[in-house]
């Protein structure tokens, strides 16, 4: 079975955008990455989405694809696997807010980006909805299962995605732990001065909080309406988040009463990720360290 998440993308004609977040369980394989030597790859920060140009084997053309670190698994768009003529695995039953919707896995697909070599498995699943909203189409999205074993770093200003060495990782002093989840990667932030919250760091979510909690009544909030596997109105606030040894005040914040996931208090999306220049995320000592803030 696959249960599903918030999937988040900020688009012109719709401010933001409630898609799947994907949590493949026991079907799954967990191994690690091998480590490799340091290299890079660009990709397009737009619409608060990071956007990877994706070689795949059958198409002349590179798809694009999402990095979405709060997803589990990697996935391939339904139509774009139809498209190259594969081969669909087993039919695996994927639940999101208020719907469910039926994927396939594992859909062998050897992919690379600016010459790395992605995850071979991929879910096939049906993005027609966040094609819809965004201008441009996705084929897929390069999930958590790329970033275990390495050390990834984002770099907002550059526009770069690097995988580092272990010695060329930053300093220790100047990370926050990371916490490895079976399902995702969560560091802890305090909001509206609270006590530290676990929070899953996304890089699929184009907002820059999504917060769950009660203590914020939704007669004190404005609305924003979400569209995903299922349209929602979510209530929105502005809260104050300390993160990486900075406080930010009047940050967006969308509001949930349930949690998105168990034992999680929302999601970490780039619209506070991108006021460092860099991200690195650090898994296998289990660190997330902050670059300097942006100007």
């Known amino acids: 079975m696959v249960s599903g998440r918030h999937y988040s993308c900020e688009c ?5 955008l409630l898609c799947i977040i994907l949590a493949v369980q026991s079907a799954v394989a967990r191994g690690e990455v091998a480590a490799t030597s340091p290299t890079e790859f660009p990709f397009e920060y737009r619409e608060g989405l990071l956007w990877v140009q994706v070689q795949v084997a059958g198409s002349r053309e590179p798809l694009r694809f999402l990095l979405d670190s709060g997803a589990e698994v990697s996935v391939v768009n339904l139509d774009t696997a139809k498209r190259l003529g594969l081969s669909l695995g087993e039919r695996v ?3 999101s807010v208020q719907t469910a919707m039926t994927g396939y896995w594992p859909q062998k697909i050897s992919a690379t980006a600016g010459g790395v070599t992605l995850p071979s498995d991929f879910l096939a699943l049906d993005l027609s909805k966040l094609n819809a909203a965004c201008t441009q189409s996705v084929d897929g999205l390069i999930g ?3 970033f275990n074993g390495r050390i990834i770093q ?3 200003a550059a526009q770069k995605i690097r995988l580092l060495n272990t010695d060329d990782a930053p300093a220790k002093s100047e990370t926050s732990p990371l916490e490895i989840r ?5 560091v802890k932030a305090s909001v509206n001065g609270g006590e530290p919250q676990r929070l899953r760091v996304d890089t699929g979510c184009a907002t820059a909080l999504q917060w769950v909690t009660s203590k914020v ?3 004190q909030c404005t609305s924003k309406v979400a569209i995903g ?3 929602l109105n979510i209530p929105q606030t502005q809260t104050t988040v300390s993160l990486g040894g900075q406080t930010f005040n009047n940050v967006p914040t969308g509001l949930h009463r349930e949690a998105i996931f168990d034992g999680e208090k929302g999601l970490l999306g780039n619209g506070l990720l991108s006021r460092f220049d860099t991200v690195t995320i650090d898994s ?7 670059g300097r803030l942006r100007e």
């Open 182 to 186: 079976r399902c995702g990667l969560c």
């Open 144 to 146: 958590k299962d790329f």
């Open 217 to 219: 009544q939704p007669q």
């Open 93 to 95: 039953k994927v639940s």
């Open 229 to 231: 596997l299922a349209q």
């Open 154 to 156: 984002i770099d907002f």
């Open 284 to 290: 296998r000592a289990g660190h997330l360290s902050f």
């Open 12 to 16: 012109p004609n719709v401010r933001w």
